[in-house]
């Protein structure tokens, strides 16, 4: 990379902003979509116990470690490796971020595209009516036709477009200012009107009493990928957000908040969600439905339902939108520094590939069904190899390559701008990027995927 490039580099412009930002990312479909669900079909507390211990020892370490390397290299991912390791093969940890950003991106717009249409059907007071069964016919039917909702994705993409178009401190970060408060007052009146609710008990036992027995190596595996997935961690979007890190900034407290901020959403969200499902004695199992088909028949039975369902999916779509142009931003800044291409043309070109590649993962819902890789139509399969083995694999690098190349001394530096360093904090830090998360990782990755067994 060049000087001028290095002095036209764009920096967010405020500490408020920095964390605005990154938990944007990391707050998203992940936590208020996809962890109900998989606690749901993973059995409730026990998941989430495992899921806890994943955030603290491996998602928090490797979340530093990935602010680390972009403020250090101020540069896009694959550029970062190749700043503070030339010459070797860690690009290639890189370019496998860039990738995992275009395949999470073509699903996350598929969801997020639903979430757009169910604030439609929230607003018509499409829910009042209709029975469970006709509740379900009413997702599936819209997810496997073949127009609605790819129009709805690409309303969505072109609204992640926008905001990623303007650039970092006008764009992202300005958004991710207003939008993420917005979040927090949303889910916290949903939380209390779930809480309140006749026999929201048993949705909180849930939740919060673990069944160990009900924990499988999948299980596992998921919670892993989950922590992954859920704290923006194992492709570089973090490395992108920190090379645009003032160096006033103490990154080990924004690490810190942040993680706290999205396991805590996360957790709202369960709570937001299960007491309410088993106050009207649904199954929480349900899988990817969980929010589409089980929530819409929760807020029909529920006073003010029509109100809080307008509420919910609009806190589903605002969450993945502070979500996605941080995946999004992945790939421009590679096609801006990597490519030499303009910030304009960058943000249209990603978005254009990966709309793309979205469409063919929302037909896969319906018309292109029957086209399957180890049973798992295209959105799966995406979803799966992303989460569960190019994000994981990604961690398992970025930790490696923090706590072996760049090494205690190179960290010391990087982690005492802004900051005065606490030297048993930093051996703490240094010893689970070095063998605790690389292990962790390993051991859980080669035992998801059935290499071994234990
Ligand atoms: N963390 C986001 C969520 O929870 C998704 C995401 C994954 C964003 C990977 C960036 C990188 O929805």
């Not at 939380?191 to 673990?210: H, I, M, Y």
Request: charged share 10%; aromatic share 14%; with cysteine.
């Amino acid at each position: 990379m060049n000087k001028n490039k290095l002095s036209a580099r764009d920096v967010f412009s405020s500490k408020f902003g920095v964390i605005a930002a990154a938990a944007g990312s990391a707050v998203g479909l992940g936590n208020i979509w996809k962890f109900p669900y998989i606690t749901g079909v993973y059995g409730g507390a026990a998941f989430l116990f495992v899921y806890l211990g994943f955030i603290a020892l491996i998602g928090l370490p490797v979340m530093l470690s990935e602010l680390s390397i972009g403020r250090k290299s101020r540069s896009n991912v694959f550029g970062a490796f190749k700043n503070l390791a030339p010459g070797s093969p860690w690009k290639f940890v890189g370019m496998l971020g860039v990738a995992a950003a275009v395949m999470i991106l073509a699903f996350y717009g598929v969801v997020a595209g639903w979430s757009i249409d169910y604030v439609v059907k929230a607003v018509t007071d499409n829910f009042a009516t209709r029975s469970p069964n006709e509740m379900e016919a009413m997702f599936v039917n819209f997810i496997e036709s073949p127009v609605s909702p790819v129009l709805y994705q690409l309303l969505f993409m072109l609204m992640t477009m926008a905001i990623v178009i303007i650039g970092v401190k006008d764009g992202i970060e300005k958004y991710a200012k207003f939008l993420m408060p917005l979040l927090v007052v949303i889910i916290i009146v949903l939380c209390l009107r779930s809480v309140t609710l006749d026999g929201a008990s048993e949705g909180l036992k849930f939740l919060f009493n673990p069944d160990f027995s009900k924990l499988t190596a999948d299980g596992i595996l998921s919670a892993l990928g989950h922590a992954f997935f859920s704290l923006s961690l194992g492709m570089g979007t973090l490395v992108t957000y920190g090379s645009y890190i003032d160096e006033k900034n103490n990154i080990s407290v924004t690490a810190l908040q942040v993680t706290i901020a999205d396991t805590v959403i996360a957790l709202l969200a369960g709570i937001a969600i299960f007491p309410a499902v088993f106050a009207f004695g649904i199954e929480p199992s349900s899988g990817p439905g969980l929010v589409f088909i089980t929530l819409p028949n929760v807020f029909q039975q529920m006073p003010g339902g029509f109100f809080f369902s307008i509420l919910f999916f609009l806190l589903l779509t605002v969450a993945a939108l502070t979500s996605s142009i941080s995946i999004l931003e992945v790939v421009v800044a590679y096609f801006r520094e990597e490519l030499n291409l303009k910030r304009n043309f960058s943000t249209i070109l990603a978005t254009v590939m990966i709309s793309i590649i979205g469409i063919f993962c929302s037909l896969s819902m319906g018309v292109l069904k029957e086209y399957t890789l180890f049973g798992l139509n295209f959105f799966d399969l995406l979803d799966w190899i992303s989460a569960n083995i190019l994000l994981p694999l990604g961690g398992l690098f970025i930790s490696l390559f923090v706590g072996w190349f760049l090494g205690r001394k190179k960290m010391e530096e990087e982690l005492a701008k802004g900051a005065s360093v606490v030297s048993w904090l930093l051996s703490v830090f240094i010893f689970l990027v070095k063998f605790i998360a690389p292990g962790a990782i390993a051991i859980v990755f080669l035992h998801g995927l059935g290499v071994f067994n234990f």
